[in-house]
């Protein structure tokens, strides 16, 4: 799923670029920057809601990872939010982009974070759950 988060922010980011500097935000544009902030605030409530859960459950010595990862996931959340009032508001694509940009810089650290620290024990989880429903779909 990160795989795909990574592809859809790339995707983004090249559709603010193909935009003309100082101009708003094209219906094309709107699509994928909705897109992208739907597909990852999706995977992080799906985290926080069972994944993170189960993993509490069967490794409690991981719950200060699993806080730092939540804080993240607010931290996000905030900078989608700005980034979506941007986009609504016919932001230029350089402001678009400064707000992708920093949402880049913290989704790639808070990625490569979580599969540190988590990618061995969810190789070993069993969830009772469809993988759609709890890292979400794209």
Known sequence: M??????????TREAVDAGVAG???TRDLLLYCHGF????????????????????????????VLRALEQDHSMIGHLLGAL??????????????RHLEGIAA??????RYEERQL???LDALALDAAPDEVLGAL
């Open 2 to 11: 990160h795989t795909r988060l990574r592809d859809a922010l790339r995707v």
């Open 23 to 25: 101009e708003p935000a």
């Open 37 to 64: 902030c739907s597909a990852l605030d999706q995977h992080h409530r799906g985290e926080d809601r069972m994944l993170f859960p189960a993993i509490a459950a069967a490794h409690p010595d991981l719950a200060p």
């Open 84 to 97: 979506q009032r941007a986009v609504e508001g016919g932001a230029s694509p350089d402001e678009l982009d």
């Open 106 to 111: 913290i989704m790639e650290s808070h990625f």
């Open 119 to 121: 990618l061995t024990v």
